[in-house]
């Protein structure tokens, strides 16, 4: 069965400094796997996703994640934070199996922003 | 493109009301979805369908029901709504079933007293 854990419901950092926000995941098969940003008030965002290609990807507005598959993790990261950041973030699985189409949630976590 | 459209975008009904909420892409993806968004538990999926006249229930369905008779629209419909369907639901489509990226909409915020 699919599942993904967002290790931390709220983070919070200061302007400038560097964001970690963390997800793990469980998959039976050969997972993909995105971010999604939903800014207050706003749909879902697509951030960056991994489809077994490169390990580190890379996505909009400087945010990239690495997969790891012995660690089964996908953190999402940021050199620096900015105001604009401030959201809550969504680390999503998906598989390749019989059930592909749907998509997994994690719970969430609310990224605060300090100036 | 419009994207995902959805309406209304806020609804406040009364218990034992019914409504549909209404969900349109506009780029002729096979598959759309509805999810609802509850604080502390993500996203999670009530209904979906992989083309027209298909349809199949995910994580929560009891309460809901789906069509498909286009490939642009996907409504939802409340057969007879309770306080515990208060929420904010989003509409997602993609290209095809399977792995690909899902596009939301913007949501609809739906009270019930």
């Known amino acids: 069965a699919q599942s993904v854990t967002q290790l931390d419901s709220h983070v919070s950092v200061s302007e400038g400094t560097p964001v970690l926000l963390r997800c793990n995941y469980s998959s039976s098969y050969s997972p993909s796997l995105f971010w999604y940003v939903q800014h207050p008030n706003k749909g879902l965002q697509l951030l960056l996703k991994y489809t077994s290609a490169a390990t580190l990807v890379k996505g909009i507005n400087g945010f990239e994640a690495e997969f790891k598959k012995s660690e089964t993790s996908f953190h999402l990261t940021k050199p620096s934070a900015h105001m604009s950041d401030a959201a809550e973030y969504f680390c999503v699985v998906s598989d390749r199996g019989n059930t592909g189409n749907q998509f997994y949630f994690g719970t969430g976590t609310s990224l605060t922003v300090i100036p | 493109n419009a994207g995902v459209t959805q309406t209304p975008k806020f609804q406040v009904l009364k218990t034992g009301q019914s409504m549909t909420l209404q969900c349109a892409q506009d780029?002729?993806?096979?598959?759309m979805s509805w999810y609802r968004q509850d604080p502390g538990m993500g996203l999670r999926l009530i209904h979906y369908?992989?083309?027209?006249?298909?349809?199949d229930q995910g994580e929560v369905p009891n309460g809901y029901n789906v069509s498909r008779s286009t490939t642009e629209d996907f409504p939802l419909r409340l057969l007879s709504a309770a306080p515990s369907q208060t929420s904010v639901y989003f509409c997602?489509?993609?290209?095809?079933?399977?792995?690909?990226?899902?596009?939301f909409g913007p949501g609809t915020r739906l009270l019930v007293l």
């Open positions: 369908s992989v083309g027209a006249g298909i349809t």
């Open positions: 997602a489509s993609s290209y095809h079933r399977g792995v690909e990226t899902q596009y």
């Open positions: 780029m002729n993806h096979e598959y």
